[in-house]
């Protein structure tokens, strides 16, 4: 059995271009994507083409609507592109991340002072933004516009991905784990990977966001009863699931979306052309302009 890790980051239209080539290349049997695992219903309607991106998955508890997330995928999203690519090669293609409703019980017993034991923790100034440490070491204040010079807007080979998951490594055994939330997500997506492992998967291909790679890369290190635990007394609260329009703007950082892109149209321009992107974006941008005026 292989099991490989892609990491990525989430609407990155270099991910994107590059993870697709990475799968062609693999040939995986199996693939597990980073995604709520309530949301598993939901998959076959990726290939229908009435189907067009921006859109997002709305995971509901139909009780109490308080209760609500969204996944947004853009057509540069890496995890659209290998949703694109499962249903094509007609291979076994789901979500692995906790289920909503598991999550929301789980944050709401924790709230209320339970603790879940077995995962290791540790806190650093640079747990909020990890990848600013690598930025300002690369001479950037911004983490953003490093990712992007460094993994978005360059063309990269599919080594890029080792890449990744070495930085990763070192930033994980440096700088710490993250919040517990991170730990458990990790937690629940071992368990999937295990699930595809013991119904007899041969290469498995993971697309996940680039954090997490370490956590789930090392997945045979950890005991599956450690990762069970984690789980324990908790009861996944029933949810609903639908595939709602979204939109560009919402995509963007500046909406309040924590995984948002700093400019969802330049990012949909260098998914579909590497060529003259900035002059693309100057003639929309003045195209605008004029319809304004006029």
Known sequence: MDLRVFGIRHHGPGSARTLRKALQAYEPDCLLIEGPADADSLIPYVANPALVPPVAILVYDPKDFQW?????????????????????????????????????????????????????????????????????????????????????????????????????????????????????????????????????????AVVCGAWHVPGLEGWESIPAKVDNNVFKGIRKRKTDVSWIPWTYERLSIRSGYAAGVESPAWYRTLFDTRKEVAEQIQSMGAEFLTVEIE
């Open 68 to 204: 609500a997330g969204y996944f947004p995928f853009a057509k540069f999203s890496p995890e659209w592109q290998a949703l694109k690519y499962g249903l094509k090669k007609e291979i076994e293609t789901r979500f692995i991340d906790w289920p909503m409703g598991l999550s929301w019980e789980m944050e709401e017993a924790a709230k209320q002072g339970q603790l879940f034991g077995g995962l290791p923790k540790q806190k650093t100034d640079w747990q909020k933004d990890p990848l600013g440490f690598m930025a300002q070491l690369a001479g950037y204040d911004d983490s953003e516009r490093w990712w992007d010079v460094s993994f978005e807007s360059a063309k990269n080979e599919l080594e890029v991905f080792d890449v990744i998951a070495e930085m990763m490594r070192e930033l994980r055994s440096e700088l710490g784990y993250g919040e517990d939330s991170n730990l458990w997500r990790e937690a629940y997506m071992r368990r999937e990977i295990r699930k595809s492992v013991k119904a007899g998967a041969q290469r498995i």
